[in-house]
């Protein structure tokens, strides 16, 4: 084999990550077309707010654009990168859409 011959190596990639991640995506999306949906206001407010998403097209080229939500937040808002804090936000929010007081952390 290695005395003269030729050796051929195949290399084959299946992506199977973004096969696993579409499901995710769909959620994300789905769950930022619901936030704009949403208006909320304090007791002592007269004005109704909202959230501030977007569903940006990513990408350089036309056939590279990929849809992902993110939220624009106000300059100076805090940003929780905590995943299980995060979760905990995202169900006080659909608590607080049918009437059901939050959970704390």
């Given at each position: ?48 707010h909202s959230f501030h998403p977007k569903l940006p097209l990513k ?34 929010i659909l608590r607080a859409c049918v009437g059901l007081a939050q959970r704390t952390i």
């Amino acid at each position: 084999m290695f005395m003269g011959g030729k050796n051929t190596i195949v290399m084959h990639n299946t992506c199977e990550d973004s096969l696993l991640a579409a499901p995710i995506i769909l959620d994300l999306v789905l769950l930022a077309e619901l936030t704009t949906r949403i208006q909320f206001k304090a007791e002592n407010e007269g004005k109704f707010h909202s959230f501030h998403p977007k569903l940006p097209l990513k990408g350089t080229k036309p056939n590279e654009a990929n849809i992902v939500p993110f939220a624009d937040v106000p300059p100076g808002t805090p940003v929780v990168n905590a995943l299980s804090k995060q979760r905990a936000m995202l169900e006080n929010i659909l608590r607080a859409c049918v009437g059901l007081a939050q959970r704390t952390i």
